[in-house]
């Protein structure tokens, strides 16, 4: 017996969707969420310039027709506080409050084998028990502080962009840190240097940032655009990213030098960092190729940076365009024509310590009143570590993953039985078009446990074998890529002693759903079904 079919680790927008789909499919469902409001990912980073670099008609939920034509997106790409009140609608439209728990940590996650229930706990004591579990924690949910010595002698206030106060921060006439130059650092910093009396830009590596032309999305526009939706979504499942992108079909070096330059202009002009990924059919694996789109891009912050010294150091040089998420901003680099604005190289003079008064590096002292950290998360591993989750034998997960994590399909792990992942490890998630590859996961979830339930089956779990093929053939296909060749979060290189491992599928969202959908009509192939049922209360 147990208390629910489904608990729910997390109510972003996978667990907003999973109460949804799961209730849908007649199961009993909780979904406990850390945070006081909805939203995960986009209730934690409220902070100042928070936007989303996927497209208001790409990021938003694709089940409903009904809901994707009542929902009117007021911009291009979407800013976090209108996502939010996204979310809020459809969990108010599809009456998804009651099912969700606010303020309540899972702590652990165990499961027994003779019941076939997981014992989930939580942060206030209480405990409950269900057939399956569902881990919606988010891929970017635990932040990455770095350990620096001194910061807690800082006399000023310090933040993570993450966990950024909801009542703001006022930087008006502060002399302000910040460091980290990912899709955070700059997205926050021109919104701080726009206030503050002077901020410096700790920069460790130069990313590529590529501009948003966000605006308004007028009526007229989005009323054409609404007419062929359904098609627009289906060419989107069928896509690589997740988003349909138009290529020229060539390659990039088979291309003459100025026919290049005029595609990529148009796509410079046109914003958005998906259209250079795709622009050329050799982009994304074979260096020389990148390194036309990289020289293109380093060209637009010569000419946008007055300074040519800042400029230079601006200038990513160490690694491809797209091996790092391609960051977009539409005023960052012209930010540091401001006089108000300094960049800090911490490469060629690293960050020593922080004391009383500011920010010392090895070759200089920085008076300051604040500083922010926006130097990212222990990424997809580190939201699921930080719950005790125990399978067969009481093996810890992270004992399991020790060497690195691995998951059949990116949905379940092997010594895990009824437990899944969404958007995990193996799957195309976090280099995909996010809210895409939730609805895929949560509906095969969902398909799968009705499968097991009408068929008298009371346990899943991924078989070792089948896992290890598949995590050969992710990292098969991300080494034929130059996704891999960067030190980042995608390989763990943020954060020290962390396993180097790049998990995501990068085979494409519409393969990989071929590949789901394949392995179900097969009988869930590479899965071992238990026999029996178990009763909920
Ligand atoms: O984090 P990051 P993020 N000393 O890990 C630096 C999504 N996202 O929060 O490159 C000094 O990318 C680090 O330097 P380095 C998106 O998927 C999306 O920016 O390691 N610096 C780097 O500059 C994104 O990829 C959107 O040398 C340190 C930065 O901090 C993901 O979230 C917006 C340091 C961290 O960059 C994470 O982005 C925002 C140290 N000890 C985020 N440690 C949109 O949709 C780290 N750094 C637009």
Known sequence: ????????????????????????????????????????????????GARCD?????????????????????????????????????????????????????TAA????????????????????????????????????????????????????????????DFNGKRVGLIGTGSTGIQVAPEIAAVAEHLYVFQRTANFAVPNRNRPWEDAEERTFKESYRDYREQARKSILGVPVAGTGKAALETPADEREQVYMERWKAGGGMPFLG???DVMFVREANDTVAEFMRDRIRETVADSEVAELLCPKNFPVGAKRLCQSDDYYAMFNQPNVTLVDIRSAPVESV???????????????????????????????AIDIRGTGGVALREAWARGPRAYLGVAA???????????????????????????????????????????????????????????????????????????????????????????????VGSYRERCDAVAAAGYEGFTLGPGSVSTA
């Open 414 to 508: 092997a010594g895990f039985p009824n437990m899944f992942i969404v958007t995990g490890p193996g799957s195309p998630g976090v280099l995909s078009n996010m809210v895409l590859s939730i609805e895929q996961h949560v509906e095969w979830i969902r398909d799968c446990i009705t499968h097991l339930t009408g068929g008298g089956y009371a346990t899943v779990e991924a078989d070792p074998a089948a896992q290890e093929t598949w995590m050969e053939l992710v990292t098969e296909i991300a080494y034929s890529t130059l996704f891999p060749m960067a030190d980042s979060w995608y390989v763990g290189a943020n954060i020290p002693g962390k396993p180097r491992a790049f998990t995501p599928y990068v085979g494409g």
């Open 54 to 106: 996927v497209e208001s008609k790409d990021y938003s939920y694709a089940f409903s027709p009904e809901l994707e034509q009542e929902w009117s997106w007021s911009e291009r790409y979407p800013a976090q506080p209108e996502i939010l009140r996204y979310l809020h609608h459809v969990a108010g439209k599809f009456g998804l409050w009651p099912h969700i728990q606010l303020n309540t940590r899972v």
């Open 279 to 281: 622009a050329y059919t």
């Open 110 to 169: 165990v499961w027994d084998a003779g019941p076939s229930t997981w014992t989930v706990s939580t942060d206030d004591g209480a405990s409950v028990t269900a057939r399956f579990v569902v881990m919606g924690v988010g891929n970017l949910s635990e932040l990455a502080v770095p350990d620096i010595p001194g910061l807690d002698t800082f006399e000023g206030p310090w933040y993570h962009t993450s966990r950024w106060p909801k009542e703001g921060v």
């Open 1 to 48: 017996m147990a208390d629910l079919d489904v608990v729910v680790v997390g109510a972003g927008f996978t667990g907003i969707y999973a109460v949804h789909a799961l209730r849908s499919a007649g199961l009993t469902v909780r979904a406990f969420e850390a945070g006081d409001g909805i939203g995960g990912t986009w209730f934690w980073n409220c902070y100042p």
């Open 355 to 385: 004391y009383p008064g500011g920010l010392k590096t090895a070759a200089n002292s920085y008076e300051l009143d604040a500083i922010v950290f926006a130097t990212g998360f222990d990424a997809i591993t580190g939201p699921l570590f």
